[in-house]
C-alpha cells in the first residue's frame, strides 16, 4: 500500500477552481436532473464523448422524460440505440425507466446506495448520479479516476488488482464542498489533462500533488496486467435478396450476444447449418462471396465471410426500421459496394 499522502482540501481546491475555468462543455451539463445526468452516464460507458453528443440529442428528443421512455416500446429504444454497442445497456436502460415510473412514482432515489439497486446502474453511474444530480459526497472511479490516482500515488500494484487501493484513494481526496463539481472536474481531468499517452502535467492543476509527475514515469502508470488476447471466431453469413430486393433478416433470441435485435442468418460461430427453407434456397440459387469482415465483440472477434444469394421469388422480407447491430451494418456495406 502506498504511504505518500495528498492534502485533500488543497487538492480539491485547486481541482474545482480549475473546473470552474477549464470544465468541458457539455449538452448534460446544461440542465442538471436525475434524468439527464443518468441518460448520459449510461449512454458514456464504454462510448466516446463526441459519439454520445447526438445520440443523447436523440434520445431527449423522443423521450423527453423517464415516463416517455419508460412508455417506449423496447424494439424502438433499440432502434435509437443503433450503433452505439453493448445493446444490453439500452435494454437495462429501459428496464430501469419502467421501474422507477411504475415503482417510484417517477422520482429516481437520491443516494448512491439506492441507485445500485435499479436495473443497468453499477458502482460508477450510482456514484456519478448521486454526486452530479443529488450532491452527495460519492466517488466515482472509471477508468480515467483510475489513471489520475494511479499516478498521484504511483500505485505499484498492477490493475485490476489495485482496485480497492485505487478506490480507498479517491474515496479520501473526494470533496465534501461541491461533491458533483468535483465528480465531473475529475472526469474532465482525465478526459482533458492527465490523458493515457500526453498527460499535459505542464497545465495540470493538481501537478504539485503528483508523484509521479515529480518522478516523471507518468506513462508508467497505471501498472496493468497484461491483457489475454480475445479468441478468434469465424463463420460464414447470408444475405438472401428477392426479385424486389427485400432481404431475409431474423430476430435473434431475446436473451444473450445482441438480444432482440435483426440479423442476417450466419453459421459457423453460432449455429452449424441454416434452417431448412434457406438451405434449399442455397442449394436452388448461386452465392457470390462479396467480401469478407471482422467486428470485435467484449469477449472475442468473429471474422465473417458473406455470401450474397439472389432468388427469383419475391418475399415479404425487409424490415427496415428493425434495430440491426454494427456486426450486421458492416455486411449491408459490402451489398453496397
Ligand atoms: Fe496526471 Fe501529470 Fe497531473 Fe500527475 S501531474 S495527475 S500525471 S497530468
Not at 423521450?63 to 424502438?76: G, H, S, V, W, Y
Not at 446506495?113 to 472511479?141: H, N
Not at 484513494?169 to 474532465?188: C, F, G, R, V
Amino acid at each position: 500500500m502506498t504511504e505518500f499522502q495528498v492534502n485533500h482540501k488543497q487538492f480539491s481546491e485547486s481541482l474545482l477552481k480549475w473546473y470552474r475555468r477549464k470544465g468541458r462543455f457539455l449538452p448534460w451539463r446544461e440542465e442538471i436532473t436525475p434524468y439527464r445526468v443518468w441518460l448520459a452516464e449510461i449512454m458514456l460507458q464504454q462510448t466516446t464523448v463526441i459519439t454520445v453528443k447526438d445520440y443523447y440529442a436523440r434520445f431527449l428528443e423522443a423521450f423527453p422524460t423517464i415516463t416517455d421512455l419508460a412508455q417506449a416500446e423496447e424494439e424502438q429504444v433499440l432502434t435509437l440505440w443503433q450503433g452505439l454497442g453493448y445493446y444490453s445497456r439500452a435494454r437495462n436502460l429501459h428496464k430501469c425507466a419502467i421501474k422507477v415510473v411504475n415503482e417510484l412514482n417517477g422520482i429516481f432515489p437520491n443516494t448512491e446506495k439506492e441507485l445500485l439497486d435499479l436495473p443497468g446502474i453499477g458502482p460508477y453511474t450510482a456514484a456519478a448520479v448521486a454526486a452530479i444530480a443529488f450532491k452527495e459526497q460519492a466517488t466515482v472511479v472509471d477508468g480515467n479516476v483510475e489513471r489520475i490516482i494511479s499516478r498521484l500515488y504511483r500505485i505499484e500494484e498492477k490493475l485490476p488488482k489495485s482496485r480497492p487501493e485505487i478506490k480507498e484513494k479517491a474515496t479520501e481526496l473526494t470533496s465534501e464542498i461541491e461533491p458533483d463539481h468535483y465528480a465531473q472536474a475529475i472526469m474532465d481531468l482525465g478526459a482533458t489533462v492527465c490523458t493515457p499517452k500526453k498527460p499535459n502535467c505542464e497545465d495540470c492543476p493538481v501537478a504539485d500533488f503528483c508523484q509521479a509527475k515529480e518522478k516523471g514515469d507518468m506513462l508508467e502508470f497505471p501498472k496493468k496486467e497484461p491483457k489475454k488476447p480475445k479468441p478468434h471466431k469465424t463463420g460464414t453469413l447470408y444475405i438472401f435478396e428477392d426479385a424486389q430486393g427485400n432481404l431475409y433478416k431474423e430476430k435473434r433470441a431475446d436473451k444473450g450476444l445482441l438480444a432482440n435485435l435483426w440479423q442476417f442468418p450466419s453459421t459457423g460461430w453460432e449455429n452449424d447449418s441454416l434452417p431448412d427453407e434457406l438451405e434449399e434456397l442455397l442449394c436452388d440459387n448461386e452465392a457470390v462471396d462479396i467480401g469478407t469482415y471482422s467486428h470485435v465483440f467484449t469477449h472475442f472477434k468473429l471474422t465473417l465471410d458473406v455470401k450474397h444469394i439472389k432468388i427469383a421469388e419475391i418475399m415479404p422480407w425487409e424490415f427496415a426500421d428493425k434495430p440491426i447491430p454494427t456486426l450486421m451494418k458492416k455486411a449491408y456495406l459490402l451489398l453496397e459496394k
